[in-house]
């Protein structure tokens, strides 16, 4: 079965709007895009690279499919995999795109995403995308979440945790801290919530 790994930039307050430039994302007023920018280093750069050259599908939002369509076709040589990737973008409004291979999934977009789970192929990467995300979430869709934290709170914005998160427990099984405070952390699906009674 393949695996869906989320990997966003995240602020401590959990805010994964717009953190690539000032008008990646600027719906509900947001005013701070391009915040990771400043936190760049060597360390993030490395893993983003790594992450970035695994063998993957794409699964997108609409809104990161449009700011990424016209985008990486013409950087090729950053990101090579991104254009050859089958992009599979949900979408109930567009049902084609210049961006090649594109899949564009409506209706019932967790069922239909969990039948492309269960086919053969590569992971599925999820960049972006906040909506979709919350889907994922709600309906246990998410196997992997690949963080970079930031030491910052932005107060407001699109959060990679909303509601209608469920319960669920994680295991780190990566983690590194970059000199700047960036964390980068794995979390894989690890079962249920285990209660009890915490020591004294």
């Known amino acids: 079965m393949r695996k869906i790994i989320v990997l966003e930039h995240v602020s401590l307050d959990g805010v994964i709007q717009a953190p690539g430039g000032p008008d990646e994302d600027i719906s509900d007023g947001f005013a701070y895009g391009g915040w990771s920018a400043s936190y760049s280093n060597e360390i993030v750069g490395t893993l983003l690279r790594r992450q970035m050259n695994m063998p993957f599908d794409l699964l997108l939002g609409r809104k990161t499919y449009e700011i990424w369509a016209p985008y990486w076709p013409q950087h090729a040589e950053v990101w090579p995999r991104a254009n050859k990737a089958i992009k599979y973008v949900a979408s109930n409004t567009m049902t084609s ?63 990679l945790f909303a509601d209608g998160t469920i319960p669920a427990a994680f295991k ?23 209660t009890g009674v915490s020591g004294s």
């Open 172 to 194: 780190v099984t990566e983690s590194k801290v970059a000199p700047n405070g960036v964390i980068a952390v794995n979390y894989e699906r690890a079962g249920t919530i285990t």
């Open 97 to 159: 795109g210049e961006w090649q291979p594109s899949v564009f999934l409506s209706g019932d977009i967790a069922e239909k995403i969990t039948q492309i789970k269960q086919q053969q192929g590569p992971d599925l990467h999820v960049w972006g995308s906040g909506d979709l995300i919350q889907t994922l979430i709600k309906h246990d869709l998410v196997d992997v979440f690949w963080l970079m934290i930031y030491p910052i709170t932005l107060g407001s914005g699109k959060r």
